[in-house]
């Protein structure tokens, strides 16, 4: 993993904590305000609900993404009422009132970053991304994905075929791209696709273009994209 990827995953956990703990705390200044759990719930449960919305249309969704979003809604729903009813019924007492707090605070993390490994799977840092094994199993509940390919000789060398390769996923707007030497991976919503590089004698060097995707017309769209992105780069 890059030093590159180890930042992004890092910043995208800062973030996501600074979130998370302004939601958490609107709320209980509301509830102590108000006096009304139901009324904090929906605004708790609410944000969230947003949140997985917005990130979604941003940033795609996984196998049933949608649905875990909605799942995670009903769980914030119950959880959330049975917080903020407690702390409603013990706010006169510390022990009872900041116990509960800090552990919803521990509850909450993990909750709020082991969903969005599940509901989208293309935020992930590192070359894990391209590199992950399937399980098994996966081949018995859905169908293969869809793989276009392309190679050819350039008279380029291996490194500023990679050059090349890197400029064209930046230039699609392909995501969590990744360089290890001469291979650049990346990722457009559910497509992946992987650049190769190998040097050849005389200073060319031969390429291998590959993506992978659930629908066939996006896969063959992307791949002829960066195969001419390579040729005029």
């Known amino acids: 993993m ?4 180890l930042k992004g995953i890092f910043g995208e956990f800062i973030l996501g904590l600074i979130l998370n703990f ?11 305000d108000y006096s009304r759990p139901v009324v904090t719930t929906s605004i708790y449960a609410g944000s969230f609900l947003a949140l997985g919305l917005l990130r979604g249309m941003f940033l795609g969704w996984g196998e ?6 909605f799942i995670s809604l009903f769980v914030d729903v119950v959880t959330g009422f049975l917080f903020f009813w407690f702390l409603a019924r013990y706010r006169n007492r510390p022990s009872w009132f900041y116990g509960m707090i800090g552990f919803v605070i521990a509850a909450n993390i993990v909750a709020h970053f082991q969903v969005p490994a599940l509901v989208f799977p293309n ?3 590192g070359e894990s991304l391209v590199t992950a094994p399937i399980p098994a199993s996966a081949g018995l509940s859905s169908s293969p994905p869809n793989l276009w390919s392309h190679h050819e000789v350039l008279e380029v060398t291996a490194e500023v075929c990679a050059q090349r390769g890197l400029a064209a996923l930046q230039s699609l707007s392909f995501s969590s791209i990744v360089r290890s030497g001469n291979y650049v991976y990346g990722n457009s919503r559910a497509n992946r696709a992987a650049v190769k590089c190998v040097e050849l004698d005389g200073g060319s060097s031969f390429l291998y273009v590959a993506v992978a995707g659930p629908v066939k017309r996006s896969v063959e769209e992307l791949r002829n994209q960066i195969a001419w992105s390579m040729k005029r780069t």
């Not at 890059?2 to 990827?5: A, E, K, R, V, W």
């Not at 302004?22 to 102590?32: G, R, S, T």
Request: glycine fraction near 8%; charge should be positive; charged fraction near 10%.
């Open 123 to 125: 935020v992930k840092g």
């Open 64 to 69: 049933h993404g949608l649905l875990l979003v």
């Open 22 to 32: 302004a939601i958490l705390f609107f709320c209980v200044k509301h509830l102590l």
């Open 2 to 5: 890059t030093c590159l990827s």
